[in-house]
């Protein structure tokens, strides 16, 4: 998810909706005066996580979440006391404070009890003070339940970074890491190796389609069901714990065993690349576009013209496996070459107030075939592009169902430690007013990559898209 920033004109408007009110206590806090509001420019270095940051928090998600207005503030504060709780036994300690207080469903005075216990646990052991706060924050937040809330805080690089490397394994799987944490449900034994970016992965001799039997001695699948160890091969920094994994080479029957360290590794600079172009057959462009990044749009049209220069093209294969979506106004730009006049998506309010998304008609039609190529990783704005292609049949979509990770545009505001909060005011719905949020977009020709695909570098949906194009 890229963190947005809100128009300035709005940013009064934001402030007024978002201002902590002020809590049944003698002395107000600083975070219940303090307006949560768009952020204008770069925000300041980061101050320590407060209680009175979580009220700001709190507040903040309960006046301009979507669903905001009918929320059970009730179940968010749970979700931090538990956090708070289990961070206490993971240290070790426990404080006879620590008792969840009653809570009515008044917010104000469910925040005032939260808040009265919180500090009487918090005091009990200064040392923690700061982690409890982070992870209790933390929980708040992810009770939302939403794919696109988010808070932003502790961002460092790894020692040593350059611009464009990578930090983990060095591999990709099959199962991404976004499945693992949020939606489970969908991956599909086995897992195997898709691609390998560098690092310990490419330096053990790790290859696509190498079969992942076990990791750090867990089951990757049982019955059938991804487990949490899937979750061990995309550590993030400063994660740097060495992952044991089981391998199975099926073109030759090899099996053994390999540790590989988390670490920083250089990654290929074509596949950093947003926008890559050629001419397949002769007569089919094929773009790959890793995200709805800035002017994005406009690159894809570009090199579609490029390639399309003194020959005729029968039509376009947009590849978007992998897209993690980004900006839904570049979605937009680069659906309308391919279709005008039409509703993309609708963006809703809790009580069913909806705004609807129209194409941008004064982009050229292209008047081209399209071929969209979809996985699990498609997410986002790549799912507001493949659910109108799909409703409004400006093209065919061939690969997987997308990732099913597109509540609403995130909107981001500032805390008064310097962190960012963000989280949808609407909720997405596609052309025809369905739910993509958890579901995603299923294709019109399901071909998965497998093991054997991925070993031999044979891409079926590519070949599916091309021998529908040519029909």
């Known amino acids: 998810m890229t963190v947005k920033t809100v128009a300035a004109g709005l940013a009064l408007l934001l402030a007024a909706a978002c201002t902590a009110p002020t809590p049944p206590r003698s002395q107000a806090s600083t975070a219940a005066s303090t307006a949560c509001a768009a952020p204008q420019g770069a925000p300041g270095a980061e101050t320590p996580t407060t209680i009175d940051v979580i009220e700001q928090a709190y507040f903040c998600i309960l006046g301009n979440y979507y669903s905001g207005a009918t929320l059970d503030a009730r179940s968010l504060l749970s979700a931090g006391f538990v956090a708070l709780t289990q961070e206490l036994n993971r240290d070790g300690r426990d404080v006879p404070e620590a008792t969840m207080p009653a809570l009515t469903g008044d917010r104000k005075a469910d925040w005032a009890a939260f808040e009265t216990t919180y500090r009487k646990t918090t005091d009990q052991v200064p040392g923690l003070r700061d982690k409890l706060a982070v992870v209790t924050l933390e929980a708040i937040v992810a009770g939302l339940g939403d794919n696109h809330a988010r808070w932003t805080h502790d961002v460092k690089r790894p020692p040593g970074y350059y611009d464009g490397d990578g930090y983990g394994l060095g591999l990709q799987a099959n199962v991404n890491g976004p499945q693992v944490d949020g939606n489970p449900g969908v991956a599909l034994p086995p897992l195997f190796v898709t691609t390998v970016q560098g690092g310990a992965a490419r330096a053990a001799g790790l290859r696509p389609g190498d079969i992942i039997e076990s990791i750090n001695g867990s089951a990757p699948f049982i019955d059938g069901k991804a487990t949490p160890a899937i ?189 960012l909060l963000g989280f949808p005011s609407r909720h997405h719905l596609g052309p025809d007013r369905e739910v993509i949020d958890r579901i995603g977009v299923p294709p019109d020709h399901y071909v998965p990559l497998t093991p054997e695909d991925a070993a031999a570098g044979r891409d079926a949906a590519l070949a599916k898209a091309l021998t529908l194009l040519h029909k």
């Open 231 to 419: 979750a061990a091969l995309y550590p993030q920094y400063p994660q740097a714990r060495p992952v044991r994994l089981r391998l199975l080479r099926q073109s030759t029957g090899r099996r053994w065993s390999v540790t590989l360290k988390p670490g920083l590794y250089q990654r290929d600079l074509a596949a950093l690349q947003v926008v890559r172009s050629k001419l397949l057959d002769d007569d089919i462009a094929y773009v790959r576009l890793t995200g709805f990044a800035p002017d994005s749009a406009n690159r894809v049209l570009k090199a579609i013209s490029r390639v399309r220069t003194g020959r005729t093209l029968s039509g376009v294969v947009l590849d978007l496996r992998g897209n993690g979506g980004g900006s839904p106004t570049e979605a937009i730009r680069l659906l309308s070459a391919f279709v005008h006049g039409k509703v993309t998506a609708f963006q809703c309010t809790v009580d069913g107030r909806c705004a609807a998304s129209r194409t941008d008609d004064t982009v050229e039609l292209l008047n081209l075939p399209l071929v969209v190529l979809t996985d699990r990783s498609c997410a986002s704005a790549c799912e507001h592009f493949s659910s109108a292609v799909k409703d409004l049949r400006a093209g065919r979509l061939v690969g997987t169902r997308t990732a099913g990770v597109i509540s609403g545009p995130a909107q981001s505001y500032l805390l008064g430690n310097n962190t």
